[in-house]
Nanobody
Framework: QVQLVESGGGLVQAGGSLRLSCAASGLTFSTSRIGWFRQAPGKERDFVAT????????GYANSVKGRFTIARDSAKNTVYLQMNSLKPEDTAVYYC????????????WGQGTQVTVSS
């Protein structure tokens, strides 16, 4: 059974930093891609960043490129999203998701963690 558990959200002032964690279990890590998504109130869920577990190859949305960094710790089966220079428009519920590399849709989702950036 696949489980994704996010943590690390909270309230931070603009310009500050947060690090989100996604603890994963039950995955076939060697063939998995992990993604971070976010959903602000009244808006659609948007892609933020992704990493291929095996290679460490990463990708980012233009809105976060240069400010956010996705990384994985294979020993802890955890993916991190380091968020720097946060802006009020980064306020959202952040979700971790996983899928098999090559599949179009993400199959597994965490419960989400709230990030609020005050101006």
């Amino acid at each position: 059974q696949v489980q994704l558990v996010e943590s690390g959200g909270g309230l931070v002032q603009a310009g500050g930093s947060l690090r989100l964690s996604c603890a994963a279990s039950g995955l076939t890590f060697s063939t998995s891609r992990i993604g971070w998504f976010r959903q602000a109130p009244g808006k659609e869920r948007d892609f933020v960043a992704t990493i291929i577990w095996r290679s460490g190859s990463t990708g980012y949305a233009n809105s976060v490129k240069g400010r956010f960094t996705i990384a994985r710790d294979s020993a802890k089966n955890t993916v991190y999203l380091q968020m720097n220079s946060l802006k009020p428009e980064d306020t959202a519920v952040y979700y971790c998701a996983a899928k098999t590399v090559g599949r179009r849709e993400y199959d597994y989702w965490g419960q989400g963690t709230q990030v609020t950036v005050s101006s």
